[in-house]
C-alpha cells in the first residue's frame, strides 16, 4: 500500500528565508509524486508534480522539489518565502495505473513572520 | 472559469439530517474523485467515477453515503442521517484520461458541518 509521511507538522520562517518540507513515500513501484497547497477553507492547488526524469522538477511560484529515489524522497523548497506562502502543504503519491488514487500525507503548516 | 466547482461551498445541518453536494468537473474529464478531508489531516480518498462508471468506493464510504454520476458529467454525494463524524471538507477532482500523467485538479471543497 503506498503511504505519505511528511515529519513536520509546523514549520515557522521568517520571510525572505530559505524553506524546505520534507516528505517521504512509501511506493512499490516509480510513483507520480505531487505536492499541493491549500489556505485555509479552500481547496488544492498544485504547486509542481513528479513523473519522470530530471529528478528536479521547477512548480509555480518559485518552489522546487527533488526526487530522491533512494531516500524515498520528495522534498519541497523555495529559496526565499513570502508572507503569501502562508498555507497547508501537502505531498501525495499516486499510481500511473488503475484508480490512480491520490495518497496525501498529513500536511505540513507553514506560518512566515516578519 | 473552467476549474472543477463544488456546491454548496458550506452546509451546516443537524444530525440525522440529509445532505447532497455537487460537483461539475472540468469539461471533458472522464474521471472523477471524491475525497474527504478532516481537521488537520490530509484528504482521503472515497471514491472515482470513470465517466459514469462508479469503479471503486473506499471502506471509509459508509453505507450512509452514495454517489453518482448519472451522465458522466456532474456528480452527487449525499449522506444520508449524517453523524458528527461526517462533518469535514469534501473535495472533488478530476482529471483527463488523454495524458498518462495522473494530474488530478481540485475544486474548492464543500465544508460539512453536522451539529
Known amino acids: 500500500a503506498q503511504s505519505v509521511t511528511q515529519p513536520d507538522i509546523h514549520i515557522t520562517v521568517s520571510e525572505g528565508a530559505s524553506l524546505e518540507l520534507r516528505c517521504n513515500y512509501s511506493y512499490g513501484a516509480t510513483p507520480y509524486l505531487f505536492w499541493y497547497v491549500q489556505s485555509p477553507g479552500q481547496g488544492l492547488q498544485l504547486l509542481l508534480k513528479?513523473?519522470?526524469?530530471?529528478?528536479l522538477v521547477q512548480g509555480i511560484k518559485g518552489f522546487e522539489a527533488e526526487f530522491k529515489r533512494s531516500q524515498s524522497s520528495f522534498n519541497l523548497r523555495k529559496p526565499s518565502v513570502h508572507w503569501s506562502d502562508a498555507a497547508e502543504y501537502f505531498c501525495a503519491v499516486g499510481a500511473n495505473f488503475g484508480n490512480e488514487k491520490l495518497t496525501f500525507g498529513t500536511g505540513t503548516r507553514l506560518t512566515i513572520i516578519p | 472559469d473552467t476549474g472543477v466547482s463544488q456546491n454548496p461551498r458550506h452546509k451546516i445541518t443537524k444530525r440525522g439530517q440529509n445532505v447532497t453536494f455537487r460537483c461539475d468537473p472540468i469539461s471533458e474529464h472522464n474521471r472523477l474523485y471524491w475525497y474527504r478531508q478532516t481537521l488537520g489531516q490530509g484528504p482521503e480518498f472515497l471514491t472515482y467515477?470513470?465517466?459514469?462508471?462508479?469503479?471503486?468506493k473506499s471502506r471509509l464510504l459508509s453505507d450512509r453515503f452514495s454517489a453518482e454520476r448519472p451522465k458522466g458529467s456532474f456528480s452527487t454525494l449525499e449522506i444520508q442521517r449524517t453523524e458528527q463524524g461526517d462533518s469535514a471538507m469534501y473535495l472533488c477532482?478530476?482529471?483527463?484520461?488523454?495524458?498518462?500523467?495522473?494530474?488530478?485538479?481540485f475544486g474548492p471543497g464543500t465544508r460539512l458541518t453536522v451539529l
Open positions: 513528479y513523473f519522470s526524469g530530471d529528478t
Open positions: 467515477f470513470q465517466n459514469e462508471a462508479q469503479l471503486e
Open positions: 477532482a478530476s482529471r483527463t484520461l488523454d495524458t498518462s500523467y495522473n494530474e488530478q485538479f
